[in-house]
């Protein structure tokens, strides 16, 4: 099997890209905010003027899962300047632009998840890659899905 499909840059899908790659360590980031925040207010609350750092500190946290991935969608300029094209084979998925290629064999990657939009391909201690499978021509998704399901990286159904 050889799917390859061509995608346009866009840079709004690159910013969901990039949520989509990173939403388990922004997930941690709010909560850690969300942690420090209270920390923080509790003990301004309780009088002690010490407080005001952590409950500035967690603000930034919260703040964070917001401004990352718009500068790291600016600092991927492979993926918003260029058009992007994917493939995958029995062996791997690669993804090149002409300033950017990641390739990862199957044997390498731990799981992958289905955001509804992206297939986000976790790779076992090197990175990850959300590849935007509705814009795969709509004859090969089915096909790309059962070698994933196959595979084991990839739960049937969805």
Request: proline share 6%; glycine share 10%; aromatic share 6%.
């Amino acid at each position: 099997m050889h799917i390859s499909f061509t995608v346009p840059p866009d840079r709004h899908r690159a910013r969901r890209q990039v949520r989509a790659a990173k939403r388990h360590k922004l997930q941690l980031l709010f909560a850690g905010g969300i942690l420090l925040a209270a920390a923080g207010l509790a003990l301004v609350v309780t009088g002690h003027p010490a407080g005001y750092a952590p409950t500035g500190a967690g603000a930034g946290l919260l703040v964070l899962p917001w401004a990352l991935p718009r500068a790291a969608a600016k600092a991927r300029t492979g993926l918003l300047a260029e058009a992007a094209t994917y493939e995958l084979t029995d062996t791997g998925v690669v993804a090149t632009t002409p300033g950017f290629r990641g390739a990862y064999e199957w044997d390498a990657v731990d799981r992958v998840a289905d955001t509804g939009e992206f297939w986000v391909v976790t790779v076992k201690g090197s990175g990850v890659l959300a590849v935007p499978w509705t814009l795969m021509p709509a004859e090969d998704v089915a096909a790309a899905r059962d070698l994933l399901v196959a595979r084991g990286l990839l739960q049937p159904g969805r």
